[in-house]
């Protein structure tokens, strides 16, 4: 707990001295079973040799009460230890004895740090201590460079043993220290729970200026919206109360009454209580409508009663307030165990005078101070099972403080530690026990107390943080008057009047229609949005036109005194607007486009666009092959075309009107033209699809070439985006754009047209919405999205209805309304079709496969004809008619077979016909 010293304990410091010759200072008692040395003076004793004895250092604070009490404790526990003859064994059966060195030191860290180094100047082992992160900090260097391990027994702060980033290069600041209490998660957590079991959602907080009261609130704050608390002001109060710290809280209160919060929680010290309460009762906070939480109380409920009863003064302001104190989950152990409250009522007396403190019970934090001295025993245990009776603990020496001091370096140090880490101890304030990282794992046990009207106070409730399960209140809890009935915490947020800030220049989000007034002047999706949130959250709104950037209607929502409670618009969320306010949840996200002017020798509609869908090399290589076809067919039908010469250019002119149909086409008789012009033809039919289809795309898609498409082909140009936004930013911090113009949005497309900047940077809607509205199509968008980002809306910090809005734009993505108002608001057509075609000419490599199909069959034909022809003539009657060769002779052998053959048909039908003439006669004569 970090702020124990206020209450007397400043810290304890347990040392292993491992030298024959270890020096203590003060006088030593080492009769029977306590071992035991103090002073405040210099003067220096010997305690027993290392081998007979192992001790630990106490640094307790100065003065009687807690520090005699506190000493005891550590005794108590030697004294106990000393008596166990299973305890402190070589591996030989060696006993050692466990002895005691306590310093006092005066209550600040300068005189904490002197007396932890006058101790480790006795070449000691380990540390446990301090109580404070802060005095962690300052003995941290010294424990790392003697490498002793400390452990503070009662210290919240998660700082000890925390290691800064992940890896073999991570740097551990405090590698050496150790806690063995709970964390102050808990403490939030346990607030957090009795706020959910009142349904209390909007608080102010009150946190005492130190280590502990930065991590307690910072834990408390991370929970709060978890939770969906409101947490609507925060202020540190000094650890010494005087006229700043009145100030403070009297400004604090001044934002309460503004606020209309009813709920005060405290993370303070204990004597801060009572003045803060006087304070607020300054302000008139303190009454039946108001509920004051402290938590994490030092002091125990005997020494609460006394103090919340002290004087009338007390009583009246203390009434129905709400205490949470940490409480040790098995604190009755010592009584059940005979040996032990034997001990601590009989032996202690005799120490320390029973007048010094309260020798009839164990707090909390005595009950902590005695568990860290048993699980130090028990570490020490372990260590000696693996020494023999003659071994000793090994120190080095070495330089420190400007190498002016010699301090012990400990050879054991680190192994010691591992230990430490893996040592168990089942104590009165419950399991203990720290992981091999070193952090401490234990659950935690709260009492809950209440402030009754006479000065009673009652433990109503436990808090367990292994159940976390809904606190139950019994008795019922007693408020300011005397009344049961739960307080409410004023949540005025429905219906409530919001001022809410619009920019002047952010269409298409916001138009604003300069015929009509009030309200109804604005539309648009921001617009839309904020209608839809008003009517599910319940409140009503008025503008407030804002003339500026955006950054600076940020910082005027975020102004701590700011009249206005939201800023509207596209409104990016960055880290940097995050210091300044706060943000709803995110209702739409974008990514930046890049906007320019569509260049003046546009030839999308030009003469000779019909050449588009093929590239050069497609158009050549069709040439040739209508060549090509021409050539085929003049080498295989030469002798086969009755009416045309066999010239070449006739034969190409009977191949083109064959494949194009432009007059009756001739006819292919050889089986290798035929073969030939299938496939010739089912080249134009592939070329003539792809033509038609890619001329289709062409004239339906502009082949507009837009410069830009991305910030790098922009090079040191100019380039337009609105000054004090987060493209601004992004532009400037991430992509260190040299030549960055401030230019409004209306004043975009002048700029481009005028060529005053090169490009202009927006997210997509508000791009789309310039390149539709631009006179005569002048501008458009070029190349892809990049860097998305998320919009939301404003609010001044604690605001009451981020939480309600926040669910109401949870809602709307789920209902889908964002997205309907979305297509409605930002999916246009595109009169200008000047987005950039994805239309491109096909190349060579595209249709390639097909004239590699001609290729081979004309190789096919050729050898066909030339190779397979020579066979023919050899054996005329066997391949006469094979399907390789052609079915028809030259024309010669056809005009001399054709008298022949015509004798041969009508001497076969003449023999046909007279006797099918003559049963036809007879059938017909017979049925008639």
Not at 209 to 216: A, K, Q, R, V
Not at 773 to 778: A, D, P, R, V
Not at 849 to 868: E, K, R, S
Request: negative net charge.
């Amino acid at each position: 707990m970090d702020h124990f010293g206020i209450h007397g304990l400043f810290g304890i410091v347990l040392i292993v001295l491992a030298s024959q010759k270890a020096l203590a200072v003060g006088q030593v008692d080492s009769s029977g079973n306590d071992c035991f040395a103090t002073s405040s003076s210099e003067a220096s004793v010997r305690f027993p040799s290392d081998l007979e004895a192992i001790a630990l250092g106490v640094l307790v604070p100065n003065g009687p009460g807690v520090g005699d009490e506190l000493e005891a404790l550590i005794r108590l526990a030697a004294w106990q230890v000393n008596n166990d003859t299973d305890m402190l064994l070589t591996n030989d059966g060696q006993k050692r004895k466990l002895c005691i060195l306590s310093i006092r030191a005066q209550l600040d860290p300068f005189s904490t740090f002197q007396a932890a180094l006058r101790i480790a100047g006795n070449k000691v082992i380990g540390v446990v201590g301090p109580i404070w992160s802060a005095i962690g900090d300052i003995v941290a260097p010294l424990a790392n460079k003697a490498k002793l391990p400390f452990i503070s027994p009662a210290a919240f702060t998660t700082a000890f043993h925390v290691t800064q980033g992940s890896g073999p290069d991570s740097e551990v600041e405090m590698p050496f220290l150790r806690r063995i209490c709970c964390d102050n998660t808990h403490t939030a957590e346990v607030i957090i729970d009795i706020l959910k079991r009142f349904e209390w959602k909007r608080v102010a907080v009150l946190v005492t200026d130190t280590d502990y009261g930065h991590s307690t609130s910072q834990q408390f704050s991370s929970l709060a919206r978890q939770n969906d608390i409101v947490i609507l002001t925060t202020e540190f109060v000094p650890p010494q109360i005087g006229s700043s710290a009145q100030n403070l809280s009297t400004n604090l209160f001044t934002n309460i009454v503004e606020l209309k919060t009813r709920i005060i929680v405290n993370f303070l010290w204990d004597e801060q209580m009572l003045q803060v309460l006087r304070l607020a009762n300054q302000k008139s906070l303190i009454g039946k409508d108001f509920v004051w939480l402290f938590a994490e109380l030092v002091m125990e409920l005997s020494e609460l009663q006394s103090h919340v009863s002290a004087t009338a003064e007390a009583i009246s302001l203390f009434q129905g307030v709400l205490f949470t104190h940490l409480s040790a989950s098995d604190r009755s152990v010592y009584q059940r165990n005979s040996s032990l409250s034997t001990a601590w009522q009989q032996v202690a007396a005799q120490w320390y005078p029973p007048a010094a403190y309260d020798n009839s019970t164990l707090n909390t934090y005595g009950l902590l101070t005695y568990d860290a001295t048993m699980l130090y025993a028990r570490a020490i245990h372990t260590m000696l099972a693996g020494m023999t009776a003659n071994e000793s603990l090994q120190f080095d020496q070495a330089k420190i403080v400007n190498n002016q001091l010699d301090l012990p370096i400990s050879a054991n140090g680190s192994a010691f530690l591992q230990i430490l880490n893996n040592t168990v101890q089942n104590g009165l304030s419950g399991v203990v026990r720290i992981d091999r990282d070193g952090a401490v794992v234990r659950q935690s046990t709260y009492s809950i107390f209440n402030a009754i009207a006479n000065g009673t106070v009652v433990n109503v409730a436990t808090w367990q943080s292994n159940l976390r399960i809904e606190l139950m209140f019994y008795p019922e809890v007693v408020w300011h008057g005397g009344g049961t009935t739960i307080p409410k915490d004023e949540d005025k947020s429905e219906n409530q009047l919001l001022n809410i800030l619009v920019p002047v220049d952010d269409e298409p989000f916001i138009f604003y229609d300069r015929t009509k007034t009030g309200i109804d002047a604005y539309s648009g999706f921001a617009i839309d949005l904020l209608k839809h949130f008003a009517e599910e959250v319940n409140f009503r709104y008025t503008f407030h036109e804002f003339e500026g950037s955006w950054d600076d209607m940020v910082q005027q929502v975020g102004r701590p005194d700011t009249k206005y409670d939201m800023a509207i618009g596209d409104i990016t969320v960055t880290s940097y607007r995050e210091l300044v306010c706060d943000f709803t949840s995110s209702f739409f996200q974008s990514s930046y486009r890049i906007l320019v002017k569509v260049p003046d020798d546009d030839n999308s509609n030009g003469l000779w666009q019909f050449f588009s869908p093929f590239s050069i090399g497609v158009w050549l290589m069709l040439f040739a092959f209508l060549i090509f076809s021409g050539v085929m067919l003049f080498i295989l039908e030469r002798g086969h075309l009755r009416h045309v010469s066999p010239g070449l250019a006739e034969t190409m002119w009977v191949s083109f009107s064959t494949f194009y149909s432009t007059q009756k086409a001739e006819k292919i008789t050889s089986n290798y033209g035929r073969f030939y012009l299938i496939v010739a033809c089912f080249i134009v039919m592939v070329i003539n699809a792809a033509f038609t289809a890619n001329m289709t795309s062409f004239l339906l898609d502009s082949d507009v070439t837009l410069p830009y498409a991305n910030l790098q082909q922009v090079g040191g140009k100019e380039v337009g985006a609105l000054a004090g936004t987060a493209t601004w930013r992004y532009l400037e911090d991430v992509q260190h754009v040299p030549n960055l113009v401030n230019i409004p949005y209306k004043s975009a497309v002048d700029a481009l047209v005028d060529g005053s900047i090169k490009v202009f940077i927006n997210n997509e809607p508000s791009q789309k919405h310039l390149s539709l509205n631009s006179t005569g199509c002048k501008v458009a968008i070029s190349g892809d999205s990049f860097h998305q980002e998320k919009y939301a809306f404003a609010l001044k910090r604690s605001s009451p209805m981020r939480n309600p809005l926040n669910r109401a734009i949870l809602n709307a993505w789920d209902s889908g309304y964002i997205e309907d108002l979305y297509y409605r608001r930002f999916v246009w057509n595109d009169p200008c079709k000047t987005a950039r075609s994805d239309t491109d000419a096909l190349e060579l490599k595209n249709v390639g496969g097909l004239f590699i199909i001609v290729t081979v069959a004309a190789v096919v034909c050729l050898i066909g004809h030339f190779a397979l022809g020579r066979i023919q003539e050899k054996y005329p009657k066997f391949m006469r008619y094979s399907f390789c060769l052609d079915t028809q002779p030259p024309l010669g052998e056809m005009e001399e077979d054709s008298s022949t053959a015509t004798s041969s048909l009508s001497s076969v039908r003449s023999k046909l016909e007279t006797p099918f003439a003559k049963l036809y006669a007879k059938r017909f004569s017979s049925s008639s």
